[in-house]
């Protein structure tokens, strides 16, 4: 996966600074001189995400709860000026990962930059499973289905077998159809790849 950082900042000689220092580093930069530059034409592309908290129009705070509501999820460093403290500190209390506050040193936006795209390489991770535990999951029968909540909840076959009025035997086999089904190697397994359904 190529490393994509999105700068998104009205200032265009900061913006041009930035994407030659990001450049230099061997990353992929797209910039965007406005929130709804960003919104109209970012196509999914993995990431993380520079961010002017103060911006004409649709500010940084804004834009991150516009992410949220639409289900973009790139990590977050928020660029701040001196005055820009506060709305900073909203941004982190929104799940931002980090600030920096203008002038900053290179090195130090660089080090977060490497942290903000080891964080969006975990999330891909993440959703990478929880597609396909879902994936798997469709594959059930309604009574598979049945079976693997009450298996993940810590009921025992003979309980599952009262719950659903069928026999303790019947429970084994959707179980291990279940298991099968799930590609899951142990119960832990199964537990796990069900949270990641939610």
Known sequence: ???????????????DSMQWLLESDNLR?????????????????????LLDVRMPEINGLALQQMMSDRGISLP????SGHGDIP??????????????????D??????LVAKALDTARSQADTFQLARQARSRYQLLSRREKEVMTLVVSGKAN???????????????????????KMQAD???DLVHQAARLD
């Open 158 to 180: 003979r309980e599952i077998a009262e719950a659903l009025g069928i026999s303790p035997k019947t429970v084994e086999v959707h179980r291990s159809r279940v298991m099968s």
């Open 1 to 15: 996966m190529t490393d994509t950082v999105f700068i998104v900042d009205d200032d265009d000689d900061f913006r």
């Open 186 to 188: 142990s119960l832990p």
């Open 29 to 49: 930069v797209v910039t965007f001189n406005s929130a709804q530059q960003f919104l109209d034409n970012y196509d999914g592309t993995p990431g993380c995400m």
């Open 76 to 79: 977050i460093i928020v660029i």
């Open 87 to 104: 709305m900073a500190v909203s941004a982190m209390k929104n799940g931002a990962l980090d600030f920096i506050e203008k002038p900053f």
């Open 106 to 111: 290179d090195e130090v936006l660089l080090q």
